[in-house]
T-cell receptor, first 113, second 116 residues
Framework: KNQVEQSPQSLIILEGKNCTLQCNYTVSPFSNLRWYKQDTGRGPVSLTIMTFSENTKSNGRYTATLDADTKQSSLHITASQLSDSASYICVVRKGTNAGKSTFGDGTTLTVKP | EAQVTQNPRYLITVTGKKLTVTCSQNMNHEYMSWYRQDPGLGLRQIYYSMNVEVTDKGDVPEGYKVSRKEKRNFPLILESPSPNQTSLYFC???????????????FGPGTRLTVL
């Protein structure tokens, strides 16, 4: 079982709508959590990074939240655009072991006109 | 432009024929890493390097080799490729990597490898 679980696996929404992606993790001890956006056939691009003491971080229309007590994070996308269609990957870095990172399987978001 | 480059971008080869995928970054980053991405399995780390001449195994190192003779380059070597190494490969780099590092990791464009 992956130590970083993302849901849903895929999501289809209409342009202009909001959506929320979930990430639950069991990685311990915790160092930080990152959200990446990966367009088809391209490398992931960092959206946000949060440490233990941060519970929200925004990057334009993307807002990530973190609850380190329940080990849950979410990525909220506001007023979606067609260009938001991509895979969104949650990555949790461990607080030991040279900062080993564990990747979630990603949520595939499709935004339709 | 700050970037991570990989070559080739696409490669079709046959079982047992040695190949090298190159990775280069122009950001003077200390940390570099190789990942493979397979459907349903997400990104898995193959090898990483904390600095020149310092490399270590990731989660799936079997069948791969790396070297870090200079800071900017981190080639991935498949001595005897097999079909189960057919995958999408990404190289990545970041400024440094301590346990608490929040440095952004920059990914290359990917290399799609098919081993027949």
């Amino acid at each position: 079982k992956n130590q970083v679980e993302q849901s849903p696996q895929s999501l289809i929404i209409l342009e202009g709508k909001n959506c929320t992606l979930q990430c639950n993790y069991t990685v311990s001890p915790f160092s930080n959590l990152r959200w990446y956006k990966q367009d088809t056939g391209r490398g992931p691009v960092s959206l946000t990074i949060m440490t233990f003491s941060e519970n929200t971080k925004s990057n334009g229309r993307y807002t990530a939240t973190l609850d380190a007590d329940t080990k849950q994070s979410s990525l909220h996308i506001t007023a979606s655009q067609l260009s938001d269609s991509a895979s969104y990957i949650c990555v949790v870095r461990k607080g030991t072991n040279a900062g080993k990172s564990t990747f979630g399987d990603g949520t595939t978001l499709t935004v339709k006109p | 432009e700050a970037q991570v480059t990989q070559n080739p971008r696409y490669l079709i080869t046959v079982t047992g024929k040695k190949l090298t995928v190159t990775c280069s970054q122009n950001m003077n980053h200390e940390y570099m890493s190789w990942y493979r991405q397979d459907p349903g399995l997400g990104l898995r780390q193959i090898y990483y390097s904390m600095n020149v001449e310092v490399t270590d195994k990731g989660d799936v190192p079997e069948g791969y080799k790396v070297s870090r003779k200079e800071k900017r380059n981190f080639p991935l070597i498949l001595e005897s490729p097999s079909p189960n190494q057919t995958s999408l490969y990404f190289c990545a780099s970041s400024l440094a990597r301590g346990t608490g590092s929040t440095d952004t990791q920059y990914f290359g464009p990917g290399t799609r490898l098919t081993v027949l």
